[in-house]
């Protein structure tokens, strides 16, 4: 189903046409036309969240409280050079995520798991930091090894979570090369790190 809306000139215009900021802008009058934002940045806003607290549920949370930040500071958001509404979403997003992830820590969220309350032994804990420190020095081990096109690629997609088309600008690619390169380089981590 395609939403249309009246814009000044008094015309009919799919909303899937028009720019982040304008959508933002027509969305304070029109509040139904914001759910096109959602729908193009929710998995990538979960993706940014999931980096920093790790529970899915969670992190669909902290989205949602996200996308109401966002929609009641919309006023705030200002198109200037080589500023994106996207880059101030993940902004967003991600500060949403940090202070979530901080008060977390500090207890203030109440759990129906009495388990969350129980503080690790040290010994949990140091095996906890050993894992987590492993588990990226693997990571960082095996990317070093990646041919530096695929590398690339691969970072900047996981890690940068840059879309297919940013991506292929920067490096002057098709978008079918693109994912052609993105499939070889996960086979490759992957290959890699079986090795090892």
């Given at each position: 189903m395609k939403k249309s809306y009246l814009d000044e000139a008094d015309e009919y215009k799919d909303p899937s046409d028009l720019k982040d900021e304008e959508i933002l802008r027509a969305a304070q009058d029109e509040p139904a036309l914001f759910e096109v934002l959602v729908e193009r940045y929710r998995s990538p806003l979960l993706r940014a969240a999931l980096r920093i607290v790790k529970g899915r549920e969670e992190a669909e949370d902290i989205v949602q409280e996200a996308f109401v930040k966002i929609y009641k500071n919309a006023h705030q958001f200002q198109k200037l050079e080589g500023i994106e509404f996207k880059s101030w979403a993940y902004k967003v997003a991600i500060n949403t995520a940090?202070?979530?992830y901080r008060k977390l820590k500090r207890g203030e969220f109440l759990s129906e798991d009495p388990s969350v309350f129980e503080k690790p032994s040290e010994e949990q804990f140091d095996r906890h930091l050993h894992e987590r420190a492993d588990a990226k020095s693997a990571i960082a081990e095996t990317l070093a090894k990646v041919p530096e096109h695929l590398r690339s690629v691969l970072e900047a997609y996981y890690f940068e979570d840059k879309s297919y088309q940013t991506i292929a600008q920067e490096h002057n690619?098709?978008?079918?090369t693109l994912k052609m390169r993105l499939f070889r380089a996960?086979?490759?981590?992957?290959?890699?790190?079986?090795?090892g």
């Open positions: 940090i202070t979530h690619i098709s978008i079918p996960k086979k490759v981590f992957k290959k890699l790190s079986d090795i």
